[in-house]
Structures are given as C-alpha cells and as structure tokens.
C-alpha cells in the first residue's frame, strides 16, 4: 500500500488532475503524542504506516495542540481560532472547517470514534453524512475496525456526486482505558516499552514522597514495572491504530481518492504516562500513595497539565503540493484549517464583519521558503487546560507554566509557577521559576497579551442531562462539581 501512495505521489507531482480542488482527508488521532511515532524520533517500531507516509510528505517537528483534551482542542482546530477560554463546542458565529468546504463544492463526510464530537456539540456542522455514535461500549469509542466499516458507505455515496471529497476520521483507541492486542506482544511486548525517563527518576521520587514502600516491594520497582507495563499497553494502541490507519488509506486508493489528494494526519492532544507528579489534589497524593500506590501519585491520561508529553502532536501533510521533507518552525494545531484551504485553492471564511475569522497561520509558505526566512516565522506558542496555561518561547528555549483561576482553592487543586529550559531538560524536571525572575515576567507579558488580543466567550456548561457520566467516564470530570469558573485568568500565585 505504501509503495502505491508512492507512486501516486510521483504522478501528482508530475501530472496534476482535472478535478479543479483534490480531495481532502484530515485523519486525526485521538491521544496521540508525537514522541510514540518513528518519524519523531520514537525507537519502537509503533507506526510503520504513519512513519512511511511522512517519508513521502512533510512533517513538522514541533507542532503544539492548543489544549490537552478533546473539546477545546477539537473546537480550536475545526474553527481556526485559539482558545484563550474554554470553547468547548464550535462557536455558531463562525464557519467550522468542513462547513468551509461543503461551501466550496466538496462532498463532505465525517466519521468520529469519539462520542464527544457529537451532534449536540454542534460537530456536525457543514457535513452531509456525520456519525459520532457510541461504540460497543458506552464512554468507550468504537475500534478502529469498527470504525472503519462506518466510513465506506458514506464516501462511496459521495463519490457518486462527482464532487471533490473532503473526509474527517477521527479514531480513539489511543485513548484510555488501553486495550490488549496480543497479536503484537512478539514484537512489541508491552513489558518491553521505554521506562520514565530519566531512568530510576520514579523510584527516586518515590523514595523522597514520605510514604513507605511496601514490604513485598522494598524499592517500589515491581510498581514501577507494571506503570511500564502500562505504557506498553498504551503502545500496542497506537501500533493497531496505525494498522487500520494503513488500511483506511489502502481502501481509499482503490477507491481512487488518492489519485488526487491532500492527507493531514494530526492529533487532538497527546497523553501523560506517569511521567509527573500527579499536581490535581495534591494534599490527598500521600494518602493515595499509600493506599493505592504510584499509579495516580503520577500522572496519566490528558487534560489537567500542559506538560510537553499532552500538547507535543503529530503533523503530518501528504499530497498534492505537499513536498517531501521536514520543518522544525514552530505550529500549533489551529494552523491546519488555513493550511488545507491553501491546498485545496479555496478561500478561508471571513467573519459578519468582513474580517478573516482564522487565527491560524497558512503553514503553505513554509514548503519551500529559505531557512532564513523560516527562522523569524512564530517564536511563541500556546497551550491552556482548565487550571494551567502555558507559553513555550523558540528562540530561548523556555517554557512558562502558570496556573489559572479555575479552581476556588489554588493552592490545593492548581500548579505553581514553573519555568523549564527544553533543550537542555526535554523531561521537565528542572524548575527555574526562583533563578530566572525576568525570563518568567516576560514570558508572562507574553502569555497576558497573546490571552488580551484573542478574546473568547467561554462555553463551559452541559449541554445533556447524561453528559457529565459522560465526560467522568472519559476521565475528565472528577476536579470538583458544577460550572468551571473563568480559565483564562492568570493567578498572581
């Protein structure tokens, strides 16, 4: 299959088509963190697919999700815009990506294994066929091979229409709660993924916390193993989403999609594997340590930090005026609706006003212009989380985490202020908050300003009786009850 994408890139460069804008297919991978792919760096051999694809197209090494879990960051990505207070569903006022589309004449089918991207949160918007229903088990979505028998019925019918395609996958299974998949513990034995780095930084932790390890396990290593274990778990996910994502692509070859195509494969966020200390209701960690031991004294899932491991996504671009290689300027997940609207020669929406309503930047000058111009190209990126928000600098190298007023009790449910050196501590383990005063009041001017010029009415508030089981199902409800307060005030704490 992968030599097929190959030559039809071959013949796209070459050739070009009469269909006047290519298809259009944006796969988006639920909780897939950039550092698990091989293109980026990842030793494992998780994702032959994804890796062969970014061989023949263009990947961007440093790519930022604008929140750590799936509403806000969905909304921010399918509308453009970032999201400086928590939008959790597309704003009616403005124009979501396929919407865009559909305008343009593109036949418009969407396919989501994530039940939060649902019609009653205003998904569907600008889509002629749109499926976002449960999977065989509620609070749990559909397996890709589930998933991907949902997708042909649609496309073939959209196909007919002679129309350009534009079609949305958005698979799950990286997402918790991690599923087995014993067919590939001979080459990818979850006992065998990479430990917390750096190595032994969990058991030192551990030692430090104040809490005794158990008797049967003087050292806590057995504990530690079976987090490892875990993340392997977490692995063979990602390795069978990549399978079927090779599958999708296979199919939609045969279909003759790709004759004339633009592919992004991105995620919504990434996911915590035990690599910080669990900060959310910190005052009960000990009591939680001793009861139930390390797993939720560190912290795993998405959505309550910005650590680099829930915001560091894949981008990926492939096809038609896509051309082969890497950049390493800094983009942020908000860019990918401009960018496509490059591709695909249509005009990005305005606003009532007139105004353009992307605040994301069309990634497309960046194909082939000279290093030199690329290097002035955005040097800050941003993140936000209902309690934190973050500020990463290029040509520093810093990151500035702050908490956010979400919570009545900071001190108990918030992160303090922390400042990390990325190049020379990729783990964030090294808070330079006391030393470097002025990198972190600047760094703060910048976050307040970047938050001032990008104004947006929060929508925190269920929108369905069931939603809260939900959401608590998925994990992201458990920090406290009722409506979140405003997240995109800086505490001064």
Same mark, same amino acid.
């Given at each position: 299959?992968?030599?097929?994408?190959?030559?039809?890139?071959?013949?796209?460069?070459?050739?070009? !088509?009469?269909?006047?804008?290519?298809?259009?297919?944006?796969?988006?991978?639920?909780?897939?963190?950039?550092?698990?792919?091989?293109?980026?760096?990842?030793? @494992?051999?998780?994702?032959?697919?994804?890796?062969?694809?970014?061989?023949?197209?263009?990947?961007?090494?440093?790519?930022?999700?604008?929140?750590?879990?799936?509403?806000?960051?969905?909304?921010?990505?399918?509308?453009?815009?970032?999201?400086?207070?928590?939008?959790?569903?597309?704003?009616?006022?403005?124009?979501?990506?396929?919407?865009?589309?559909?305008?343009?004449?593109?036949?418009?089918?969407?396919?989501?294994? /994530?039940?939060?991207?649902?019609?009653?949160?205003?998904?569907?918007?600008?889509?002629?066929?749109?499926?976002?229903?449960?999977?065989?088990?509620?609070?749990?979505?559909?397996?890709?091979?589930?998933?991907?028998?949902?997708?042909?019925?649609?496309?073939?019918?959209?196909?007919?229409?002679?129309?350009?395609?534009?079609?949305?996958?958005?698979?799950?299974?990286?997402?918790?709660?991690?599923?087995?998949?014993? $067919?590939?513990?001979?080459?990818?034995?979850?006992?065998?993924?990479?430990?917390? $780095?750096?190595?032994?930084?969990?058991?030192?932790?551990?030692?430090?916390?104040?809490?005794?390890?158990?008797?049967?396990?003087?050292?806590?290593?057995?504990?530690?193993?079976?987090?490892?274990?875990?993340?392997?778990?977490?692995?063979?996910?990602?390795?069978?989403?990549?399978?079927?994502?090779?599958?999708?692509?296979?199919?939609?070859?045969?279909?003759?999609?790709?004759?004339?195509?633009?592919?992004?494969?991105?995620?919504?966020?990434?996911?915590?594997?035990?690599?910080?200390?669990?900060?959310?209701? @910190?005052?009960?960690?000990?009591?939680?340590?001793?009861?139930?031991?390390?797993?939720?004294?560190?912290?795993? +899932?998405?959505?309550?930090?910005?650590?680099?491991?829930?915001?560091?996504?894949?981008?990926?671009?492939?096809?038609? +005026?896509?051309?082969?290689?890497?950049?390493?300027?800094?983009?942020?997940?908000?860019?990918?609706?401009?960018?496509?609207?490059?591709?695909?020669?249509?005009?990005?929406?305005?606003?009532?006003?007139?105004?353009?309503?992307?605040?994301?930047?069309?990634?497309?000058?960046?194909?082939?212009?000279?290093?030199?111009?690329?290097?002035?190209? @955005?040097?800050?990126?941003?993140?936000?989380?209902?309690?934190?928000?973050?500020?990463?600098?290029?040509?520093?190298?810093?990151?500035?985490?702050?908490?956010?007023?979400?919570?009545?009790?900071?001190?108990?449910?918030?992160?303090?202020?922390?400042?990390?050196?990325?190049? !020379?501590?990729?783990?964030?383990?090294? /808070?330079?908050?006391?030393?470097?005063?002025?990198?972190?009041?600047?760094?703060?001017?910048?976050?307040?300003?970047?938050?001032?010029?990008?104004?947006?009415?929060?929508?925190?508030?269920?929108?369905?009786?069931?939603?809260?089981?939900?959401?608590?199902?998925?994990?992201?409800? +458990?920090?406290?009850?009722?409506? @979140?307060?405003?997240? !995109?005030?800086?505490?001064?704490?």
């Amino acid at each position: 299959m992968l030599a097929l994408l190959a030559a039809v890139l071959g013949l796209v460069a070459c050739g070009g !088509s009469d269909q006047e804008h290519p298809n259009v297919i944006v796969i988006v991978v639920d909780t897939l963190r950039a550092d698990r792919l091989g293109c980026y760096g990842y030793p @494992r051999p998780i994702t032959p697919e994804i890796d062969e694809l970014a061989k023949e197209g263009l990947r961007f090494e440093d790519c930022v999700a604008q929140a750590p879990w799936t509403l806000p960051s969905m909304s921010s990505m399918l509308t453009g815009r970032y999201v400086t207070q928590h939008r959790e569903w597309p704003d009616p006022a403005q124009v979501p990506l396929a919407e865009c589309f559909q305008t343009a004449g593109y036949a418009t089918v969407g396919v989501s294994a /994530n039940v939060l991207l649902a019609k009653d949160h205003d998904f569907d918007r600008g889509y002629d066929h749109y499926d976002a229903s449960f999977g065989p088990v509620d609070n749990d979505g559909k397996p890709f091979d589930q998933l991907y028998e949902a997708i042909w019925p649609p496309v073939e019918k959209a196909l007919a229409t002679k129309k350009p395609l534009f079609l949305f996958v958005q698979p799950f299974d990286p997402h918790f709660s991690y599923k087995t998949h014993p $067919q590939y513990d001979a080459q990818l034995p979850c006992d065998g993924a990479e430990p917390v $780095q750096p190595a032994g930084w969990q058991q030192e932790v551990l030692a430090k916390s104040g809490v005794p390890a158990p008797e049967n396990d003087p050292d806590w290593g057995d504990h530690v193993r079976a987090l490892t274990h875990l993340r392997g778990q977490y692995e063979q996910e990602v390795r069978f989403t990549d399978e079927w994502l090779g599958k999708t692509l296979a199919r939609l070859d045969e279909l003759g999609v790709l004759d004339d195509a633009v592919v992004a494969i991105v995620s919504d966020h990434g996911e915590g594997l035990w690599e910080h200390v669990n900060k959310g209701a @910190r005052t009960f960690l000990k009591e939680w340590l001793a009861t139930k031991g390390p797993d939720g004294y560190f912290f795993a +899932g998405h959505a309550h930090h910005v650590y680099e491991e829930a915001i560091r996504t894949p981008m990926i671009l492939w096809g038609k +005026g896509v051309p082969r290689g890497a950049r390493s300027e800094p983009v942020e997940n908000l860019d990918l609706y401009p960018t496509l609207c490059a591709l695909a020669r249509i005009d990005p929406p305005k606003t009532k006003e007139g105004r353009p309503q992307l605040q994301g930047r069309d990634l497309t000058p960046l194909f082939d212009a000279p290093k030199e111009v690329r290097a002035g190209w @955005r040097d800050h990126t941003f993140s936000l989380a209902y309690n934190v928000a973050t500020v990463r600098e290029r040509s520093s190298g810093l990151k500035l985490v702050v908490p956010t007023c979400s919570f009545t009790d900071v001190e108990q449910f918030g992160t303090p202020r922390e400042l990390f050196h990325l190049p !020379s501590d990729p783990h964030e383990r090294t /808070n330079l908050v006391e030393s470097r005063p002025q990198d972190v009041e600047r760094l703060l001017a910048a976050l307040q300003k970047h938050i001032i010029e990008h104004p947006t009415v929060t929508t925190w508030g269920l929108k369905k009786p069931d939603e809260k089981a939900v959401l608590k199902g998925l994990g992201y409800l +458990g920090f406290g009850e009722g409506d @979140r307060p405003n997240p !995109s005030v800086i505490c001064d704490r």
